[in-house]
């Protein structure tokens, strides 16, 4: 059973950067596709972005894309969440989440197993 565990989140102002890392503990975790998701108050998760097992270009939402990168490093089993240029619509907590062994990466919440406890990232105008 994966487990992952979330840090990095802050209170930042807009226009400044974070990153976000979640560390995987697993036999199989190089071999999860992992995604990150966030919660605002009120709202439903939604989707990030996500990475395939062997790295390379990550998905991302739209409203994210050219601000943040998701990138993996095996060798620590650890993800990354690289987020820049924040607003204050980026407030909330973030989830990182590992897919089933061997799988796509994905924009669909339901495909994800296991779950961090997610970290609160507040972004101020």
């Known amino acids: 059973q994966a487990q992952l565990v979330e840090s990095g989140g802050g209170l930042v102002q807009a226009g400044d950067s974070l990153r976000l890392s979640c560390a995987a503990s697993?036999?199989?975790?190089?071999?999860?596709?992992m995604g990150w998701f966030r919660q605002a108050p009120e709202k439903e998760r939604e989707f990030v972005a996500a990475?395939?097992?062997?790295?390379?270009?990550?998905i991302y939402a739209d409203s994210v894309k050219g601000r943040f990168t998701i990138s993996r490093d095996n060798a620590i089993n650890t993800i990354y969440l690289q987020m820049n240029s924040l607003k204050p619509d980026d407030t909330a907590v973030y989830y990182c989440?590992?897919?089933?062994?061997?799988?796509?990466?994905?924009?669909?919440?339901?495909?994800?197993?296991?779950w961090g406890q997610g970290t609160q990232v507040t972004v101020s105008s």
């Open positions: 989440a590992a897919g089933r062994p061997w799988t796509q990466p994905s924009k669909d919440v339901s495909t994800y197993s296991a």
């Open positions: 697993g036999r199989t975790s190089s071999t999860w596709p």
């Open positions: 990475l395939s097992w062997t790295g390379g270009n990550g």
